[in-house]
């Protein structure tokens, strides 16, 4: 079993806007889960059906585990489209706070104002 | 009405309902199967490239027209400006013995 | 709006009128009326040289005086003064008549026109109120939710969906007005540190609500497919399409169950295992063999 990382690389760099290693890391590891989740998901099928044999279930408990980590959702982090930060990015756009901040004041971002109540 | 009689009915209605008849509340697993993947949204966070001048350069160019990219040639032009200082990069160490590391070492 | 100015004006004339010719014929003398009276009516007669020679109208002090003196036996200046101001408001009166008729024939021809001609039904129909059909049964059929951050374009949509509606014979309620959506979010205003210092933004969502009201499936899929055609800029849609069956639906199902054989008929014929394929003994035997029981690795 190789546990290079490297296989999950794609042949041509398939980002437009800001691109950063680290982006390109989490973008991996996405395709990477994408890839492998009906897999995954009849792994923990079978793991969480009491109605089979012990040993098939400690199989796919092991086989589970020993999948690669990329292909693991917990590795994904959800990062800035626009800058690549990784901290207090918003879901609803995809940006981190400042970067929200920046676009809501050049209005590039529809209905967005600012508030005073 | 005996037991039995209610289990046969809930037998019925799961096969027409197609639902699972687990009258012991079995833990099947299902919650898994029911679930759907969330691979393509994940997997469609980060802008996908588009198409690219060299993608241009690339369809047209088999077609026999000339394409004019400005950057690239600036680009082309330094490097050989470099080159011509002596400036351009060093060459590929194919082997361990020529790298320059093994060279300080000794 | 137009008509409302020439009657006013046409009001105005009937009182400038009036003075003009008392004071002309019985009372020569009465110095105030020209300037006081044209100073209410329309400005084309205020801009109108008012003669202000020796014995100015506005001016009431030196008038009594005069009045005593002119009674007894009126000088030949007084007398030409008299002369030149009741031509000037000759004058002003003839201007008055021509504009009046000029204003008479417009208004007319605009009469005219809206006797003779007229625009077309639907056009018209834009500057009213949408017209509705009326509902029979009252059965909801369609929802449909026209969501936006501004409300002109979404009135505006909304707008014209009914009216779609209207010409597709579709009997239709709303646009209610549903709660509005706000999202706030309070961020650092500077890019690091300083965390006391934020800023807030908001987005509010509008919604109207569309309900279609017992009318044809096939009606209604066009309507939705009109909206979408025409899709209107920073609205967005989403329809709720109720379909309903008869109480026999498992009969019409039996009774389509030849047809739908017919058609699967040939792809469910393709599956099927291969003649060559075929292995002695079990698939349990295959699965205890050694290949299948060693873990897949990955």
């Given at each position: 079993m190789s546990k290079a990382a490297s296989m999950f690389h794609p042949k041509r760099l398939d980002l437009s806007g800001f691109v950063n290693t680290r982006v390109i890391r989490d973008h991996n590891k996405r395709n990477a889960f994408a890839q492998m989740e009906p897999e995954r998901q009849a792994l923990r099928y079978i793991i969480r059906?009491?109605?089979?044999p012990q040993r098939t279930r400690a199989q796919a408990q092991l086989q589970l585990s020993q999948?690669?980590?990329?292909?693991?959702?917990?590795?994904i982090k959800n990062r800035c489209v626009a800058s690549g930060t990784a901290r207090s990015v918003f879901r609803d756009f995809r940006l981190n706070r400042f970067q929200f901040r920046m676009q809501a004041l050049a209005g590039e971002l529809p209905g967005v104002k600012k508030a005073s109540w | 009405m005996s037991q039995s009689r209610i289990l046969d009915l809930v037998k019925t209605q799961c096969r027409i309902f197609s639902a699972t008849f687990n009258p012991q509340r079995?833990?099947?697993?299902n919650k898994i199967l029911r679930q759907r993947l969330r691979g393509p949204t994940l997997a469609a966070w980060y802008p996908t490239k588009i198409v690219s001048f060299r993608d241009l350069q690339n369809t047209y160019k088999p077609l026999g027209l000339t394409t004019f990219d400005e950057a690239e040639d600036d680009r082309e032009e330094a490097i050989q400006i470099t080159k011509l200082r002596g400036k351009g990069r060093p060459k590929k160490k194919r082997t361990a013995a020529e790298s320059r590391s093994a060279k300080k070492k000794k | 709006m137009f008509l409302g100015t020439t009657r006013s004006l046409v009001g105005a004339s009937k009182r400038l009128w009036t003075p003009i010719s008392i004071r002309s014929l019985s009372?020569?003398?009465?110095?105030?009326?020209p300037s006081t009276k044209t100073s209410t009516t329309a400005p084309q007669i205020k801009a109108e040289p008012t003669p202000t020679s020796a014995t100015s109208p506005t001016s009431a002090t030196p008038m009594p005086v005069k009045e005593s003196a002119a009674f007894e036996k009126p000088p030949v200046k007084e007398w030409l003064v008299e002369l030149w101001r009741s031509l000037t408001t000759l004058f002003n009166v003839l201007v008055l008549i021509i504009f009046l008729f000029l204003e008479y024939s417009r208004s007319d021809r605009l009469a005219d026109l809206e006797k003779n001609a007229r625009l077309p039904r639907s056009v018209q129909a834009l500057y009213l109120r949408p017209l509705r059909r009326k509902a029979e049964h009252g059965l909801p059929v369609c929802d449909l939710q026209l969501r936006s951050y501004s409300a002109e374009n979404l009135e505006f949509f909304a707008d014209f969906a009914i009216r779609a509606a209207y010409y597709l014979k579709l009997p239709v309620s709303g646009p209610v007005p549903l709660p509005r959506i706000t999202q706030r979010w309070t961020v650092i205003r500077s890019n690091f540190v300083h965390k006391k210092s934020k800023e807030n933004f908001e987005r509010i969502t509008l919604r109207r609500l569309i309900q279609i009201k017992d009318g044809h499936p096939e009606a209604v899929q066009a309507w939705l497919a009109f909206l979408r055609k025409h899709a209107f800029y920073g609205v967005g849609m989403k329809a709720n399409v109720w379909e309903h069956e008869s109480l026999d639906a498992g009969k019409a199902l039996d009774a389509s169950l030849p047809e739908i054989q017919k058609t699967v008929g040939p792809h469910l014929a393709q599956f099927g295992q291969r003649e060559d394929n075929k292995r002695p003994g079990t698939i349990f035997d295959a699965l205890d063999n050694a290949r299948y029981a060693e873990p897949k690795n990955l």
């Open positions: 059906n009491t109605s089979l999948m690669h980590c990329y292909t693991r959702p917990t590795q | 079995l833990r099947l697993g | 009372t020569p003398n009465q110095p105030s009326a």
